[in-house]
């Protein structure tokens, strides 16, 4: 049903699922040869971002072998969505496409979800802004990849301002800040946080 297939591309699905997202799984089919699904896929995700993209764009991403993945191409929507101008759209674009196959041309994960994953971290550490050198991003995530049941906010503030002695506003904060940018991969269960997709728990594991 192409209807309910799309809907999987709508941010938010994860929250419908409440507590009982640990014992969820789905299968999705790969969109293999599916140019045209894939281009009405692409353009609908951006619309709602008022983004857009032209033809060899399209074109592009359509060609990448990883994008036969669902969720891989989410990830990849969702981190265009965030970029202000279409050369920034362009260039991540090219960014995404290339990063793994270069530090990884043998690697049997280059273009799978948890590489897409692993293009996310990067980006929310180099746009972190960082306070007395402690880098929050790898930590915030860390913790919460180890944790059995996820952790509250509380609880990851409280561990985090253990382990840096930063200011527990401050710490909040950046959990806040980041955890809001990766909303639609994540889950909540009873007040904690963890992660809806286990290719994204073992990406912030490495």
Known sequence: NKDAFCDY???????DLGGDYKNYSFKLKALEDCETEKTRIIKSYLKNYLKELDKEDIK?????????????LKVLLSELRVFASFEKLKEEIQNFIN????KNPDSDNKGSPKTAFNHVLERLE??????DGEPLVPLIFSLLA???????RDELTD???????LDEEYILDT????????KQFMARKEGRDDFFYES?????RE
């Open 9 to 15: 591309f709508e941010d938010g699905h994860e929250d």
């Open 60 to 72: 592009t991403i359509c060609g990448f072998e990883a994008s036969k993945n669902p969720l891989f």
């Open 99 to 102: 990063n793994d196959f270069e």
């Open 126 to 131: 180099k746009d972190e802004e960082l306070a």
């Open 146 to 152: 180890n944790a059995r049941v996820g952790l509250s």
């Open 159 to 165: 561990i985090i301002k253990a382990q840096t002695g």
């Open 175 to 182: 959990i806040n800040l980041n955890l809001r940018q990766v």
């Open 200 to 204: 994204f728990k073992l990406a912030a």
